[in-house]
Nanobody
Framework: QLQASGGGLVQAGGSLGLSCVASGSIVVINGMRWYRQTPGKQRELVAVITSGGRTNHADSVKGRFTISRDNAKNTVYLQMNSLKPEDTAVYYC???????????????WGQGTQVTVSS
């Protein structure tokens, strides 16, 4: 349902862009989010965007990361600038998707994409 892409290896101070596309019999997508997780730690919410485009970013990434979405493409993006080694993690997207025939939105997760920032 959700396919994330765009991870990779980058030097500190560099930029990467992630994308996550939802597929299926979609009626509407409500909230879309990016999380990240490092080994031994809980998954951390990085940013969230509502269907109307309102955003919120974790304090640790404010001013450096930007979440956006394209409703026509059922896609959420995460532009990451001024990357730091501590941003190294597996990044996951999720979305609340109302599907054809469904009575309420279901939350789906993408498969995760690795972001590695070298110092």
């Amino acid at each position: 349902q959700l396919q994330a892409s765009g991870g990779g290896l980058v030097q500190a101070g560099g930029s990467l862009g992630l994308s996550c596309v939802a597929s299926g019999s979609i009626v509407v997508i409500n909230g879309m989010r990016w999380y990240r997780q490092t080994p031994g730690k809980q998954r951390e919410l990085v940013a969230v965007i509502t269907s109307g485009g309102r955003t919120n970013h974790a304090d640790s990434v404010k001013g450096r990361f930007t979440i956006s979405r394209d409703n026509a493409k059922n896609t959420v993006y995460l532009q990451m600038n001024s990357l730091k080694p501590e941003d190294t993690a597996v990044y996951y997207c999720n979305a609340d998707v109302l599907e054809t025939g469904g009575s309420r939105p279901q939350r789906y997760w993408g498969q995760g994409t690795q972001v590695t920032v070298s110092s």
